[in-house]
């Protein structure tokens, strides 16, 4: 199995930005297909990004589509989350979770290995 570390949240001003990060150990992150996933208190967790084993294709909810960027760099066992133009409604704990399916999936439970969670806090 692979562990993961998320990392690069933090308080921010609406509009601003913020890069997170995802490293990997235990595995490579080359078989893994790798999503963000976030949770605000009260709410469902919810899909945010994902991308391929390759990092060919990448996936956006509707929600931050032309805001966030999902890259990866499998010689650093790492995947980013670039969040631009941030809004009050992005606060919330960012998991990175890794799945074994090639394909991209939205729902939490094709991810089996997840992060602790870092939180983003947008202030208005």
């Known amino acids: 199995q692979v562990q993961l570390v998320e990392s690069g949240g933090g308080l921010v001003q609406a509009g601003g930005s913020l890069r997170l990060s995802c490293a990997a150990s235990?595995?490579?992150?080359?078989?893994?297909?790798i999503g963000w996933f976030r949770q605000a208190p009260g709410k469902e967790r919810e899909f945010v990004a994902a991308?391929?084993?390759?990092?060919?294709?990448?996936l956006y909810a509707d929600s931050v589509k032309g805001r966030f960027t999902i890259s990866r760099d499998n010689a650093k066992n790492t995947v980013y989350l670039q969040m631009n133009s941030l809004k009050p409604e992005d606060t919330a704990v960012y998991y990175c979770a890794a799945s074994d399916f090639t394909v991209i999936f939205t729902t939490t439970s094709p991810y089996n290995y997840w992060g602790q969670g870092t939180q983003v806090t947008v202030s208005s």
């Open positions: 991308i391929s084993r390759s990092g060919a294709s990448t």
């Open positions: 235990g595995r490579t992150f080359s078989p893994y297909t």
